[in-house]
């Protein structure tokens, strides 16, 4: 990936180095099984530092195990929310921090973390003009964050011309980050497009079943050579983007892939 133009700190970037307290201002429940955690920098000034749409924060946690643990969350806010940062977690069947996380941070908390880092992201130096988007549950968040970053400067420098996410949830009970990922379904520019693999709503124009060659094909409609493939989700619904993409001509380096499963 090319990185000069927007990975490189700027004078006016504010980078953060080393382990940070982020207090945690307030929690959206989204779903049953999925919260997003509203925070600001506890230390200077509540200002929110600097990252990239689609970077990740590692947390650490002292207390929750006999010994300090590790986990990273993609931020599901933008860089262009200056004033806050936010992460979403959907609990993992006995998972220890993502089932903590929703049943033990309330606004006041303070959660220790390091970053951003991560280069799950749009690079406009090197991508194409069309961001061709896939995602199943959790792994949405990274999407959200591009999304809410170029929404308003769709077309111009620095920005994707087109912006397309196809998306799978479980139900409508599922639908994570709805309210902006809906309001993106009317905006120029921007397509979202569901499919839930456990549910029909056809009346909500959602499709039914999991992501699969035929809505792939449908959603890129022959725009093979102007996109840059991004997927994040189970490995079997990457492999298939990948294997979809590659095989219509677009080349590696236009696919990107971010796993959440360690
Ligand atoms: C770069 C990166 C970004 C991430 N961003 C997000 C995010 O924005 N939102 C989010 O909810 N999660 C995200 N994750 C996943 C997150 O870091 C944790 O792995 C997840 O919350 C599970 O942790 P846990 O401690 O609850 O589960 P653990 O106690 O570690 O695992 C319990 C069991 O669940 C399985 N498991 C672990 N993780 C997953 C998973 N993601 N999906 C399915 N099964 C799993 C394990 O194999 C194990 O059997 C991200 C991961 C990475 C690497």
């Known amino acids: 990936m090319t990185t000069e133009n927007i990975f490189a700190p700027t004078a006016d970037r504010r980078v953060k180095r080393g382990w940070m307290n982020l207090l ?30 689609g970077q990740y924060l590692t947390f650490r946690f002292d207390n929750v195990g006999d010994k300090p643990i590790v986990r990273s969350y993609t931020m599901s806010s933008s860089p262009c929310q200056a004033d806050h940062v936010a992460f979403t ?18 606004a006041g908390s303070i959660l220790r973390a390091r970053g951003p880092i991560g280069r799950f992201c749009y690079d406009p130096a090197h991508d194409k003009k069309h961001l061709f988007m896939i995602a199943a549950g959790s792994g949405v968040t990274p999407f959200v964050s591009i999304m809410r ?7 111009k420098k620095g920005s994707p011309d087109k912006m397309t996410l196809l998306v ?19 905006t120029p520019g921007c397509r979202v497009i569901v499919t839930l693999s456990r549910e029909h709503a056809e009346k909500e124009d959602f499709l039914h ?16 050579a102007n996109i840059t493939f991004m997927s994040c989700g189970p490995q079997a619904m990457m492999d298939l983007g990948r294997t979809h993409a590659t095989s219509r001509g677009v080349a590696p380096e236009h696919f990107k892939t971010e ?4």
């Open 24 to 53: 945690v201002t307030r929690v959206i429940h989204e779903t049953p099984d999925t919260d997003t955690f509203i925070m600001v920098d506890a230390e200077e000034n509540k200002r929110a530092f600097d990252y990239i749409a």
């Open 89 to 106: 977690v959907k609990r993992v069947d006995h998972g220890l921090i993502s089932n903590w996380l929703c049943d033990n941070v309330r």
């Open 149 to 155: 970053e170029h929404v308003n400067t769709i077309g």
């Open 168 to 186: 799978s949830y479980r139900s409508t009970k599922d639908l994570i980050c709805w309210e902006d990922l809906n309001a993106l379904r009317n």
């Open 209 to 224: 079943g999991r992501i699969n060659e035929s809505m792939l094909a449908d959603a890129i409609a022959g725009d093979y």
């Open 259 to 262: 796993s959440f499963e360690s």
